[in-house]
């Protein structure tokens, strides 16, 4: 009667791997987890939304022969992604589809942005140059029919370019999930496993955040309003409560927050091991994401816990 905080199948974002095959496969670097085909993905997708959850977010596994310098890749309209939200679309139409924009699957840097390489060995993320294909994915992702484009890439200017490209190609209804405040951490980990998609050289560090760092989360979050984002997201989620709550305080729009492959990992694993409580260590770090002030909660375990809610 007196509890503050309860969790509910519409709280969460159901992130899903896919993969150019026609087998679901196990990830290895995130048991539980599966990278799965076309026909895999809309069922599952399937028997998440029946069991409540409203979305999910897509992330693909491309093979290494499509992997270019430039990600082409991340555009082309007949490619994985366009595919799979045709697919998910058709198959369920209420169902709220979230594409990831990020370039890190498609270019053979692994990096979320477009590198240029000095004499000297030093990396450079070209950003501006980053943001005009970033523009293009999101595009090539909303004619496909998706909801919402998710940019996790962390370069600076590109909510509103990305909201102009949308306007100016007749979609004004796509609606833009800004990673607000992603931090350089180390709970990727396991993501980039999954996905074969970590740098080849070199770290995140100029574009992503520093964890120390909780009063430039709000600078972030001043510039993805005024560019027009939707909605924005803290990640990762529980070793950043506090920027959590500051943004819940700082802005109107949704927060969202991502649990990560590391936070899910370190849950499994101990389970695995008979060290912890999977069931109830899983509510409970769900419950104090919620409780901090997230209204959206992007979760590998999101159906997991939809179905015991
Ligand atoms: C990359 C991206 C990452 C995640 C989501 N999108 C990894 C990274 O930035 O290196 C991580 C998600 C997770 O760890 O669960 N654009």
């Known amino acids: 009667m007196v509890r503050e905080t309860v969790l509910t199948p519409s709280d969460f974002v159901y992130p899903l791997f896919l993969h150019e095959g026609s087998k679901d496969q196990p990830i290895e670097s995130m048991p539980g987890c599966t990278r799965w085909s076309l026909d895999g993905l809309v069922a599952e997708a399937g028997a998440a939304h029946a069991l409540g959850i409203p979305a999910v977010v897509l992330f693909p596994a491309i093979v290494d022969a499509q992997k270019t310098p430039g990600g082409e890749e991340s555009h082309n309209p007949d490619g994985l992604v366009p595919r799979a939200v045709r697919a998910l679309k058709s198959s369920h139409p209420s ?14 840097d692994g990096h979320d942005g477009l590198v240029q390489r000095g004499d000297d060995g030093s990396l450079t993320i070209l950003n501006d140059e980053t943001v005009e294909v970033l523009c293009r994915q999101a595009v090539s992702h909303a004619e496909a029919g998706a909801d919402v484009v998710a940019p996790s890439d962390m370069m600076d200017g590109r909510v509103a370019a990305i909201r102009s490209a949308l306007d100016q190609a007749s979609f004004q209804e796509t609606s833009i999930l800004s990673y607000t405040a992603k931090y350089a951490s180390a709970y990727y980990g396991p993501f980039r496993g999954a996905l074969g998609s970590a740098p080849k050289d070199g770290d995140k560090k100029t574009y992503q955040m520093d964890p120390g760092n909780a009063r430039e989360a709000i600078r972030e979050l001043l510039l993805d309003e005024e560019e027009g984002a939707d909605m924005v997201m803290v990640k990762p989620a529980g070793p950043y409560l506090d920027v959590i709550s500051a943004l819940r305080e700082a802005t109107t729009l949704p927060v969202a927050a991502y649990q990560v492959s590391g936070e899910y990992l370190m849950i499994k694993s101990a389970a695995a ?31 997991d816990v939809a179905q015991r809610l």
């Open 95 to 108: 169902l709220v589809v979230i594409t990831d924009v990020a370039l890190d699957p498609y270019n053979s």
């Open 273 to 303: 091991a008979g060290w912890l409580d999977e069931e109830a260590v899983v509510c409970e770090s769900l419950t104090g994401i919620k409780r901090a002030g997230a209204d959206v909660i992007l979760s590998y375990f999101a159906k």
